[in-house]
Every structure is written in C-alpha cells, then in structure tokens.
C-alpha cells in the first residue's frame, strides 16, 4: 500500500533532502527514509508538499499530463481589481511561455494563518489583498510570475490544496502521514 506524507514546508526550506545555500531541507523534518517529494515548491513560498514512498503514485501526483489542480492562496500587494483578475483568468503572457488559465477568487486573509519567519515587508501607504489561485500547471515561481505580469506582486504564497489533499490541522513544520 502507497503512503503519502503531507508537509507544510515552512519559508526558507528547500524541497529535497540535501541542504543548499544555507537553508534547511525536508531532512531535518522528515526523519523516515524511502519517500520522495510529488513535485516542488519554492524556497520563498511555503505550504503543502506530499511526499511519497510510491513511484507510480509520485508520477500521477507531479506529472503535468494528470493536471491536478493546486491551490495557492496569495497574499499581492495592492488590491486587486476585476481587471486583473479577469486577465489571471483568461492566461498570461510570461516571457518564457503563456500560463493557462487559472481559476481566481478574492478572499479574506486565511483564519488562524501562522506568523512567517521572516515577515513579509508591509508599506505604510500600500494596501495588501488576499486570492485564492487554482491551477492545473506548476511551472517554476509561476504563481509569482503571473501576479507580478498582471501588476500585483506576490508578498506571500501559501499552497494549500494539491487535488484532494490539504494542509487542514498541519502546522508549519509538521506532517501527517497516511495510507492510499
């Protein structure tokens, strides 16, 4: 039987087992051998990572061909307008490629959201806003890229969902295993 571990990675730590650059890695939080992370997540952003000890299981999690939704909640700054939403919407031009259309909702700053170390940096005069993000590609810093072509950075980027599974009840640093 497959196991899945869901990991909230915190801000700072790299998705492998080999530290780099200074920062810490899925070894100094996931002290059993044999699983091996579904896909990435970037250094600056934290949240959901599953971690399998199934390689079939590990290819139908990460494998763009199965296109499993992600959802991000975003944190950009400035308010974000129906313009630019519409455009997250319809597909952005990215230097490198056109993202596909992303499913995008506004939203309240998540309940019981954990503090970041280090804090995100605030402008006395620049307002934040909240959106959850659903997309079904993940290209390197994608999320981030698409805020900042429409006009909005990313301060935060929190992925919450990958398919079914969800950081519900995980705290930053912690995981939950289970069987599929």
Not at 1 to 15: S, T
Not at 73 to 84: I, N
Not at 92 to 106: E, H, R
Request: charged share 20%; proline share 7%.
């Amino acid at each position: 039987m497959a196991r899945v571990i869901l990991f909230n990675k915190p801000h700072g730590v790299v998705c492998q087992f080999t530290s780099e650059h200074g920062h810490q890695s899925l070894k100094e939080f996931i002290p059993i051998p044999g699983f091996y992370p579904a896909g990435r997540l970037d250094v600056d952003s934290e949240g959901l990572v599953l971690l399998t000890d199934d390689g079939v299981l590990q290819n139908k999690i990460s494998a763009p061909k199965f296109k499993l939704p992600k959802t991000y909640w975003v944190q950009v700054e400035g308010l974000l307008d129906d313009h630019a939403a519409n455009k997250l919407r319809q597909g952005v031009q990215l230097s490198d490629f056109k993202a596909q259309p992303a499913q995008v909702f506004p939203m309240n700053e998540p309940n019981d959201l954990w503090e970041r170390m280090p804090a995100i940096r605030y402008r006395k005069n620049i307002p934040t806003s909240w959106i959850s993000m659903i997309l079904k590609e993940g290209k390197n810093r994608q999320v981030r890229r698409m805020t900042a072509a429409v006009g909005f950075p990313t301060l935060r980027l929190i992925r919450y969902a990958i398919g079914e599974y969800t950081l519900q009840g995980i705290a930053p640093g912690e995981w939950l295993m289970i069987d599929c």
